[in-house]
């Protein structure tokens, strides 16, 4: 390409040198221009006239808008004319545009979701398109809801921290939630796993709850399905962590050979079996220990979802047997993963009857008729300890008013995972609220205001709810001992809560002759006198506050004084191995987790004691 000098340059801003000099388009690709007034040869053909040059610039056109429609058309002036209106009608919607999203930037929205709107709406209704902005904000705002919303006043809010493998505390947002995993010390590659099987839908509770299972199965492999080796071999650099040799001293871990066995874990939940489902057993796969046939029985219970090694350690200390996981679903219209150590027959259990509504409409009819088709919950998630605030529920109300028909996708994903984090039903138009603890503990089956009263703050009916048994299910377990004890049964109920338990014995119509119950809440010892006293049982209730203070002799005392215990049941406290306690998830060396060796000591102490007593 030839350079121009500066004197061979032309300002077309100079109506004399437009009208002194031939036209030619600029210097191009195509095209170059030789001396002053001149075209290179083989653009001659391509010449017009100075006057219709002229013209095409008092119409406003560039001259490089001119040179390019040249290039395009060749010497046509009505071609050029024509190709110069698309050039400025396509400029004018590009300004148009740019203005457009300036305009919303400078409303204070983010430049990605002015972006998003223009791209779903187009950017001649900025109207629709400003509607759509205060959307995206709010169900922005909606998923970044955490504990700021949770007051600590009874009569509105209610927070305490939460002592279930539950609670969910992520952002819908599957990157987000990745991080959080991570901030957790969960390894990246487990946490990304875990995403992927569990699905983008699935809570950072249940994500925990697949993880902790996989760990926890990587040291009690017995309790699950031991594949063919060949089916573990893999040459995905994907799966290459979990073939890798196990390190010295450790057991190779042949239920979590690969992230393909991950999917093999205990899902569904349900134990040796469960009421209306398929695969009920009447036989243990492992059997019992000699040295742990009852009687007497023992029934021990915690959370699922534990540390690594946790049920591992809990089954060595109770005899090496087997934990039957349950998730509470299969018996009511919510979920509570829990695992039980036994010695318990499993032939011929039988469901409390009546039995429990199964879904959430079911149980609570009221909610059909405010239920919108894009929530599409049947089960709740487990109930916690803590609900979700007055100030969230308006703020939801305050969003799905703003549209008239369904709310958009981002919208209701938003909404809906608050709804599951919380456990919040439809109670009307635009409106959602937590639980009730009358409601609560109709899902727990409990009767009817059986934390209601008697100075119990609405803080405390929450609490104690949300660490309680699940009935039903306990029910199912302990059915069996209907036929082996007709004239009565003598328990020891440790950690007694608000006496699930013995609730579940009288709803089987098995008479509770007596009753040692040691529970340290004075509200939950409050609660079981309330019950002994309404439902007229006519054994005997004694209460003790605290594990420690039982003593070994004061055991034998009891067992001396009332005759041997024919049932030991109980389940030690959890707050140290939830997994939404990531402060002190210490298992069961935590403060209040190692009340479980409480629980064995006393249990070896009425096993050696009753077997003395039938000498």
């Not at 305009?103 to 400003?130: P, R, S």
């Not at 608050?418 to 009730?436: D, F, H, S, T």
Request: hydrophobic share 35%; charged share 25%.
């Amino acid at each position: 390409m030839v350079e121009h000098s500066t004197d061979d340059e032309v300002d077309w801003n100079t109506d004399d040198e437009i009208d002194n000099l031939h036209w030619s388009p600029p210097s191009s690709p195509e095209t170059s221009l030789g001396p002053a007034g001149t075209t290179s040869p083989n653009l001659t053909h391509m010449r017009i006239s100075d006057e219709t040059v002229a013209r095409f610039i008092e119409m406003g056109f560039s001259s490089d808008m001119i040179a390019r429609a040249i290039d395009e058309t060749g010497s046509n002036s009505e071609l050029i004319l024509e190709t110069l209106c698309k050039y400025t009608t396509s400029s004018e919607a590009s300004s148009s545009k740019s203005k457009v999203i300036d305009h919303l930037i400078g409303m204070g929205f983010h430049e990605e979701l002015v972006l998003k709107a223009i791209q779903e709406y187009g950017d001649e209704n900025i109207e629709e398109e400003t509607n759509a902005l205060l959307s995206y904000t709010e169900a922005e705002k909606l998923c970044e809801t955490d504990d700021e919303d949770i007051n600590m006043n009874d009569d509105d809010n209610l927070f305490s921290l939460s002592s279930d493998e539950e609670d969910e505390l992520n952002s819908c947002d599957e990157d987000k939630r990745l991080k959080d995993l991570i901030k957790m010390d969960f390894p990246r590659q487990e946490a990304a796993i875990a995403l992927e099987r569990c699905g983008e839908n699935a809570s950072l509770g249940e994500i925990v709850d697949f993880i902790c299972a996989a760990q926890m199965a990587r040291e009690f492999d017995e309790f699950f399905e031991v594949h063919d080796e060949k089916e573990t071999i893999s040459n995905s650099k994907k799966r290459r962590a979990f073939n890798e040799l196990p390190r010295s001293g450790r057991k190779p871990n042949s239920a979590m050979a690969n992230d393909h066995e991950l999917i093999r874990l205990p899902n569904p939940m349900i134990g040796f079996g469960v009421p209306n489902e398929p695969g009920i057993m009447t036989h243990r796969p492992v059997p019992i220990p000699d040295d742990a046939r009852g009687p007497p029985y023992f029934y021990y219970e915690n959370i699922a979802m534990a540390p690594k090694g946790v049920w591992s350690k809990i089954s060595s200390q109770l005899y090496g047997i087997m934990p039957e996981f349950v998730d509470s679903k299969f018996f009511c219209a919510a979920a509570r993963k829990r695992g039980y150590i036994h010695n318990l027959p499993i032939k011929d259990r039988f469901q409390i009857q009546p039995p429990p509504h199964s879904t959430i409409q079911e149980a609570f009819p009221f909610t059909v008729r405010w239920w919108p088709s894009w929530d599409l919950r049947t089960k709740l998630n487990c109930l916690l300890t803590c609900i979700g605030s007055a100030q969230l529920t308006n703020r939801i109300r305050v969003v799905l008013e703003k549209h008239d028909g369904e709310p958009p996708l981002n919208v209701q994903k938003a909404v809906i995972y608050q709804c599951k984090k919380w456990n919040m039903i439809w109670v009307g138009e635009n409106r959602v609220a937590p639980l009730e603890a009358v409601e609560m503990e109709e899902l727990l089956g409990f009767p009817r205001d059986h934390t209601r009263g008697g100075g119990i703050s609405r803080t405390d009916r929450y609490k104690s709810l949300g660490n309680s048994f699940q009935v039903d299910t306990v029910g199912y377990h302990l059915s069996v001992l209907k036929p082996l004890f007709p004239k009565g049964i003598n328990v020891l109920s440790l950690f007694s809560g608000i006496g699930g338990a013995e609730v579940a014995l009288r709803n089987l119509q098995i008479p509770m002759n007596v009753v040692v119950s040691v529970e340290i809440s004075e509200v939950n010892r409050n609660i079981l006198k309330n019950f002994w006293r309404q439902t007229d049982q006519r054994g005997t209730l004694r209460d003790f506050g605290d594990v420690r203070e039982l003593s070994n002799r004061i055991i034998e005392q009891l067992m001396e004084e009332y005759g041997a215990f024919d049932l030991v049941i109980g389940g030690s406290p959890c707050n140290n191995l939830a997994g939404g306690n990531r402060h002190t998830r210490s298992g069961l060396e935590g403060e209040h987790s190692s009340l479980f060796y409480e629980y064995c000591r006393i249990l070896k102490t009425v096993r050696r004691k009753a077997s003395e007593m039938r000498r």
